[in-house]
């Protein structure tokens, strides 16, 4: 079974301050890790996604995300948070080897960006 | 480019009422993934294909059936629809097994039960 959590419900920072959106993993073997941004009833956007090289993953609007392995971790940053970015943010996994090749999600994390 | 398109954006259906969704993946995408996004709640799985046979499921209602077309759209049918199917409903679609180039979503169909 995989599973992910994203123990913090909402997460609030002031623009230009750095932001982290917090995300552990359990999965069997090694993992595929998504981050994907929700806007207010919108769809999921693809932000970026670790399969095997560089620990540290750059994806779209400045994002850049962290795997550690011991951790079992994939923590979200951007050094500079813009009001924009204030949305809804699930972490994803799935086992390099799952057959069904679905991602199960984290419950998501609300990023509150004030100006 | 080409996006997952999903039809239709908005329905309102009664209790006990049928509902079709349909899914329009990218061109040369061979994995068609079906999720549901209660309130405030993360996107749970549903149901795949792959290459037009079911690929796995997952927390799908015996109510629900879904099944891949020739030319590769999904339609996701719902019957005897209750308040709590009341949702998002994403599709998202993949190809090589989502490794290098991830799944894209849809933008859902948002589904009312009342």
């Known amino acids: 079974a995989q599973s992910v959590a994203q123990p913090e419900d909402q997460v609030n920072v002031a623009e230009g301050n750095p932001l982290t959106v917090k995300c552990t993993y359990s999965?069997?073997?090694?993992?595929?890790l998504f981050w994907y941004v929700q806007y207010p009833n919108r769809g999921l956007q693809f932000l970026l996604k670790y399969i095997t090289g560089d620990n540290l993953v750059k994806g779209s609007y400045g994002f850049e995300a962290e795997f550690n392995k011991s951790q079992t971790s994939f923590h979200l940053k951007k050094p500079s948070a813009l009001v924009s970015d204030s949305a809804l943010y699930f972490c994803?996994?799935?086992?390099?080897?799952?057959?069904?090749?679905?991602?199960?999600f984290g419950g998501g994390t609300r990023l509150m960006v004030k100006p | 480019a080409a996006g997952v398109i999903q039809s239709p954006r908005h329905l309102i259906k009664e209790k006990r009422e049928t509902a079709t969704l349909k899914c329009y993946p990218i061109p040369r995408h061979d994995t068609v993934y079906w999720y549901q996004q209660g309130p405030g709640q993360d996107p749970q799985f549903l149901i795949s294909f792959y290459e037009k046979m079911q690929s796995d499921k997952g927390s799908i209602p015996d109510r629900f059936s879904a099944q891949q077309f020739s030319d590769y759209h999904s339609e996701l049918n719902m019957s005897s629809l209750e308040l709590g199917d009341s949702a998002l409903y994403f599709c998202a679609s993949s190809w090589d097994r989502g490794v290098n180039y991830g799944y894209t979503f849809g933008s859902g169909t948002r589904l009312t039960v009342v």
């Open positions: 994803a996994v799935r086992a390099i080897y799952n057959a069904g090749n679905m991602l199960t």
């Open positions: 999965v069997s073997g090694n993992p595929y």
